[in-house]
């Protein structure tokens, strides 16, 4: 079994700052893409920022416009969203996504975490 943890959601000012993490625990044989959604209030969800595998490629929201940097860790099993200059268009839910083989020969999975809430205000 496999659990992604997030953390670093909170409130803060229009043009502040946030780090979020995530981090992977469980049985873990290899860990694939890892990204970032986010669910605006009454919107659908949809995605932040994505990393590869061995992190040498990343792709982008849209909306982000130079703002975020995803990063990851493979030692800590972790990905970490650095967001800038944050308006209040960026309030909304913040989840960790990726997809993990637990075992040799098993099948990739994909897993989700619950969400950290990211609010900013005027």
């Known amino acids: 079994q496999v659990h992604l943890v997030e953390s670093g959601g909170g409130s803060v000012q229009s043009g502040g700052s946030l780090t979020l993490s995530c981090k992977a625990s469980?049985?873990?044989?290899?860990?694939?893409?890892m990204g970032w959604y986010r669910q605006p209030p009454g919107n659908q969800r949809e995605l932040v920022a994505v990393?590869?595998?061995?992190?040498?490629?990343?792709h982008y929201g849209d909306f982000v416009k130079g703002r975020f940097t995803i990063s990851r860790d493979h030692n800590k099993n972790a990905v970490y969203l650095q967001m800038n200059n944050l308006t209040p268009e960026d309030t909304a839910v913040y989840y960790c996504?990726?997809?993990?083989?637990?075992?040799?020969?098993?099948?990739?999975?994909?897993?989700w975490g619950k969400g950290t809430l990211v609010t900013v205000s005027q």
């Open positions: 469980g049985t873990i044989f290899n860990i694939h893409n």
């Open positions: 990393i590869s595998s061995i992190g040498d490629k990343t």
């Open positions: 996504n990726t997809f993990i083989r637990d075992t040799l020969g098993s099948p990739i999975e994909d897993y």
